[in-house]
């Protein structure tokens, strides 16, 4: 399907943070554009300001004079939104209220010729339900942006129930033309990017609850090990408690109460006590003069370790555990390959072994219960990295069991490998494990309820909210297996729905042993 020309003309409804972006965007591309808001002055600032930024990247030389005079000429103010009569795309950014929009597009409709597509920004409701009225509603489609819009490549192409498949493919194509990465979406709630991001959110504030670090430490974690841009406290500090509350409450009631979307009481707390982050100087960091992030807490150097091997039987962490083999030989470690390992056998295998203590890659268990199942006391866990060659930092969590000897050893063998270590107390599924596992457990869901396709969601992951990878690509390469067991065992720790494996996920598990497994070839 091909994008709409570029001589046809938008007509943007709304001159706010995501109204002016999509004007700016809009004219880069080339359109002519039309920019109406009911707030006195509100659309001839917004062009302004816009025009301002084009003479901005003009200086820094990330845009030719010429293009910046055209494209800031191409943008006008509509006194009335019957200015909006020679659109071929109208987009919405105006206030998020599902009457006010149905308003707008009625009134539109009355205006717009009848092959003119309707789009909506809405980030939280049902495109179905603002298309409801309309004469046509086959013509209304979402064109969900994010903030800040010139930056941000993702668009969400979102398909409520009466919209065309085609109207949906002319938005797609435009999408491209104007540079973005667009995904296809069902109406659904929370779309892509603000479902499949929840746990992102919920796991961290329950890590939090449940007393396994602080939040400095479990950033640090997020981001030096996790390979995320941001840590989820930082993250939502910035964006605010009281909109990232209310966006994971939404979810939550539009999923019937779903307990994988339960809202945290600690966030609530936050927003109870006006500490929404940033914007009021105080959230789980405070801000302004004198106030600086508190450091991540790190474990005090230990020895190298004398010893150090490695199981050859690992199963299911074999990926993982060549990756921290290699960085352990790159800095001259003698790793052992011993066959049979103490503890394999009868009991599971570690992935290493180091001065008495074995060590585990998270699967969702405690420590201490695996110290319990394999009899073996002096037990030690480590977390998922996103890439163990290049993280900086590596998660711990030690049994109850475990000698204070041996868990030093095993400190000493991590920070001689280089990495920084951060301990937190002996939760289930650790810190960037858990949070994948469930990012991955809400993509497959996604997927498997026909939202999107797997490709769209991992594209939406990072280009929606920087992850450093999709979900189900991050799935393909730690093994749909450890995936399911963490998620598994999660949820037999805490005894919640919350933790229900996605059916695509056992199915997916259930093809392994002839395909792989794998959501992507
Ligand atoms: P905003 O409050 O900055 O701007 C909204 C603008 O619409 C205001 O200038 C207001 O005067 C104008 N307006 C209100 N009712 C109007 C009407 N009936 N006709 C014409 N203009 C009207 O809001 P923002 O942040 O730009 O959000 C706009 C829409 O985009 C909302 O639906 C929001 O949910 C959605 N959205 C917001 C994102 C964000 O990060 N801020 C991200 C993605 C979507």
């Not at 194509?173 to 069902?186: C, D, F, Q, R, Y």
């Not at 994948?436 to 999107?452: P, R, S, Y």
């Amino acid at each position: 399907m091909a994008a709409l020309s570029s001589s046809s003309v938008v007509a943007v409804i709304g001159s706010g943070a995501m109204g002016a972006g999509i004007a700016q965007t809009a004219a880069s591309a080339g359109h002519p554009v039309v920019l109406f808001d009911t707030r006195e002055g509100a659309a001839a600032k917004a062009i302004a300001d816009i025009q301002k930024v084009y003479a901005r990247l003009v200086e820094k030389g990330r845009m030719a004079a010429i293009d910046a005079e055209a494209a800031g000429s191409r943008m006008r103010v509509a006194n009335s939104l019957a200015e909006a009569k020679e659109a071929a795309l109208v987009v919405e950014a105006i206030v998020e209220n599902l009457e006010v929009k149905r308003g707008l597009f009625a009134d539109l409709e009355a205006i717009v010729a009848d092959d003119c597509i309707l789009a909506t920004n809405t980030s939280s409701i049902s495109v179905t339900a603002i298309g409801a009225r309309l004469r046509r509603p086959e013509r209304l489609v979402g064109m969900h942006f994010f903030n800040p819009v010139p930056l941000m490549a993702l668009v969400e192409v979102i398909s409520g129930l009466a919209t065309d498949e085609k109207v949906a493919d002319t938005v797609y194509a435009t999408a491209i033309a104007w540079g973005k990465s667009p995904v296809h979406a069902k109406s659904t709630p929370g779309f892509i990017v603000n479902r499949v991001a929840r746990p992102f959110y919920a796991e961290a504030l329950r890590l939090l609850s449940e007393q396994a670090a602080d939040a400095a430490t479990l950033d640090a974690i997020m981001r030096d090990a996790g390979g995320f841009r941001m840590g989820p406290f930082e993250l939502m500090d910035l964006i605010g408690h009281d909109v990232n509350f209310s966006v994971t409450q939404s979810v939550h009631q539009a999923y019937f109460g779903d307990p994988r979307f339960t809202p945290s009481v600690l966030q609530q707390e936050m927003v109870n006590a006006g500490f929404f982050g940033r914007k009021s100087g105080r959230g789980f960091y405070q801000y302004g003069e004198g106030h600086s992030v508190p450091a991540a807490r790190s474990e005090q150097a230990q020895h190298k370790p004398s010893t150090v091997s490695v199981s050859s039987e690992p199963g299911v962490t074999h990926a993982v555990i060549n990756q921290v083999e290699a960085r352990l030989k790159a800095i001259g470690f003698n790793v052992e390959h011993r066959k049979p390992l103490p503890g394999a056998g009868q009991h599971e295998a570690p992935a290493f072994h180091c001065h008495g203590a074995a060590i585990f890659l998270t699967d969702g268990r405690t420590a201490t219960a695996r110290a319990g199942a394999n009899h073996h006391a002096d037990t030690v866990l480590f977390d998922l990295a996103f890439d163990y060659a290049k993280a900086t930092r590596i998660c711990l969590a030690r049994a109850d069991q475990c000698s204070d000897s041996a868990y030093d050893a095993v400190v000493g063998l991590f920070q001689t490998a280089g990495f920084t270590v951060s301990r937190i107390d002996d939760v289930p599924g650790m810190v960037v494990m858990r949070t994948v596992a469930m990012l991955a457990n809400e993509a497959a869901d996604a997927v498997n309820t026909g939202v999107c396709s797997a490709a769209a969601v991992d594209v939406a992951m990072q280009k929606g909210v920087n992850y450093p990878r999709g979900p189900l690509a991050w799935t393909d390469a730690i093994g749909v297996a450890q995936v399911v067991a963490v998620l598994s065992n999660l949820a037999a720790s805490y005894g919640e729905d919350r933790y229900r494996v996605s059916p695509l996920l056992r199915r997916k598990l259930a093809a392994a042993a002839a395909n792989g497994g794998r959501f992507h070839a």
